[in-house]
């Protein structure tokens, strides 16, 4: 499990009134279609609509991160897990863990060009291209978490 901590918003500073939603999901495609699905439902609860642009976002972020544990981040018999943090007005917080923290992804900004021949390869570029920020950090005791963050300049919509 990663380290816990008090979420911080870009500035370092502590996250106010965040919400929390974290989940472990089987390391198949199947765990990786749920951890989109309920990442969506998560985000329409706290204010961020189904279909919204962020909403979608979100989703193809979580799909792209989940989809990477259970590619290559998979232990058998491990699972892979989903955590989601968003405070008003400071962050969206994606994080994705899985178990293999000797198999870690470039770093921000040094992913390649995958080519034009090549079957994958381009799922952090999407992620690089759609989150403000995005990192791999090591998850202790074993593995990595992949994180993308979203600024909310705006506050989510009261249900």
């Known amino acids: 499990m990663t380290t816990p901590a008090t979420p911080t918003a870009p500035s370092g500073l502590p996250l106010r009134a965040a919400h929390t939603f974290t989940q472990r999901f089987s390391s198949t495609p199947r765990g990786a279609r749920l951890a989109r699905r309920l990442a969506v439902l998560h985000l329409d609860r706290w204010g961020i609509p189904l279909g919204g642009e962020l909403s979608d976002t979100a989703a193809l972020v979580v799909a792209e991160l989940a989809a990477n544990a259970v590619t290559h981040g998979r232990v058998p018999g ?64 074993v593995g990595k978490t992949v994180r993308a963050e979203f600024d909310l300049p705006w506050r989510p919509q009261r249900r």
């Open 78 to 141: 491990r699972d892979f897990e989903l955590v989601l943090t968003r405070a008003p007005g400071a962050v969206l917080r994606i994080e994705v863990s899985d178990m293999r923290g000797e198999r870690k992804p470039p770093a921000p900004g040094e992913l390649g060009d995958p080519g034009a021949a090549e079957d994958s390869g381009r799922g952090l570029l999407l992620v690089e291209a759609l989150a403000d920020r995005w990192s791999v950090h090591d998850r202790v005791p």
